[in-house]
């Protein structure tokens, strides 16, 4: 069975850091893409970074790119979401989803789209304060 657990989330004053992990378990990363979203209340689901972590390619939404830093560890079976200078407008429940990379076309803004995933992790709470 596929599973996705998300962890790390808190509480954070605006410019501090976090560092999210997912965690899967029932597959191994090769062949996948792994993805982070996140959902403000009353907002739509944002698709913010993905990886490949067979090959290590990496997309960033512009609302997050030079701040936030995505990465993988094929041994652990872990992505983590390295998230700085954090300002209110990242306040959100953060998700990481997999899909399978069929064709080995690492096609970065198409897998920032959330209907793009297959599974789904349960999300953790990100707040910050000014």
């Known amino acids: 069975e596929v599973q996705l657990a998300e962890s790390g989330g808190g509480s954070v004053q605006s410019g501090g850091s976090l560092r999210l992990s997912c965690v899967a378990s029932?597959?191994?990363?090769?062949?996948?893409?792994i993805g982070w979203f996140r959902q403000a209340p009353g907002k739509e689901r944002q698709g913010i970074s993905c990886?490949?972590?067979?090959?290590?390619?990496?997309h960033y939404a512009e609302s997050v790119k030079g701040r936030f830093s995505i990465s993988a560890d094929n041994v652990k079976n872990t992505v983590y979401l390295q998230m700085n200078s954090l300002n209110t407008d990242d306040t959100a429940v953060y998700f990481c989803?997999?899909?399978?990379?069929?064709?080995?076309?690492?096609?970065?803004?198409?897998?920032?789209?959330?209907?793009?995933?297959?599974?789904w992790g349960q999300g953790t709470q990100v707040s910050v304060s000014s």
């Open positions: 989803a997999a899909r399978r990379l069929w064709s080995n076309q690492f096609d970065g803004p198409r897998f920032l789209e959330d209907y793009e995933y297959e599974f």
């Open positions: 029932g597959f191994t990363f090769d062949g996948f893409v």
């Open positions: 990886i490949s972590p067979k090959n290590t390619r990496t």
